[in-house]
């Protein structure tokens, strides 16, 4: 005999909602790669959007995609994106500021903040397009936070791991300290001294600071074209003279070898502190530093004769100071006696 349920749960399956092609599509297309897009702040969160006009393109450049959406992939980029806008897969935003900056030509590409625009049509005019569904994390995104907890585990136990270990750790962090700190100062070097001599914005690896790149543009060497104005020689002017004035007062007010070398060995004693520290060393210390005390022995034993060495001490200073005294005065008749002669 057949049960039920078995019936029941096979024609549910047959029920089943179908996934909505829609959602698929905005899911594929905001993974794809082509898709230029930024990160900004809209409404205190940060939202990934891009622009109208690349989304046209996209969606010219890859009708592959359009197979997604079965019977409407004879549908138009902008009658896509008004259906996306409807399910509120999408959210139309402009920009917060309106204005050209001082020293630029023309508005930024990718503003950096964005609110919601009170029409929400599509557009390819100056129009961006955030996202408003989560997006699925990658299984390395995944596994990668279990490894958080892990990374916080191995930075605690430091002081405890071999002396081996702890220089490769030490000098891994601090070759990587220094390539970053000798990077951000070439970079300022190399714009300050064009900027002063040829009026150029020039900056090295352009978006190493930036908040919102992808790891592609975080390592890109060359910057794009100054899109700025020139500016003045006064400014120039001013700027240079200031540089050499901070860089004379600072070789003025610098340390000599003696406090260099006494700030060098302070350094090197709280590093090799640091090094050197284990459990075995911090158990030993601290057994060297407990009195010890003869457990046979009673108590008030220990005090009596702790009292009496006292009083043997306090006796015999008190003899040698007696002495002394005698000695002194015995002197000093026997001059007076030698005088009188």
Known sequence: MKKPGGAE???????????DVFQAFAEKARDHKDLVSRWAVLQETRVEYFRGKDFVSFVRNHLELKDILESDRSLEAEDIANILLKKNLLVRCGRVVKTVRPGKKKLS?????LEIYHDQVFSENDAFFAWTFVKRRPLWQT?????WPILTLAICLFPVYPHQVKLLILYSCAGLLLLILCLLLLRGLVFGALWILLGKRF???PNIL????????LFQFWPQKDEGERPKWTARLFYAIAGVVV???LRHHAPDEAARARYQKRVSNIIDDVLEWSPSLALSG??????????????DNVTDSK??????????DLDDETISNEEVTENTEDSDHHQNI
């Open 203 to 205: 900056w090295l690896f």
């Open 247 to 249: 860089i004379s007062i």
């Open 109 to 113: 590409t990718f503003p950096a903040h």
């Open 307 to 316: 009292s009496s060495d006292e009083k043997l001490f306090s006796s015999g």
């Open 210 to 217: 930036a908040e919102e790149a992808t790891l592609k543009e």
């Open 143 to 147: 596994l990668l936070s279990f490894c």
């Open 9 to 19: 749960k096979k024609k549910f399956q047959k029920q089943a909602a179908p996934k």
């Open 286 to 299: 601290m057994i060297e530093k407990q009195p010890v005390v003869n457990i046979t022995e009673p108590i």
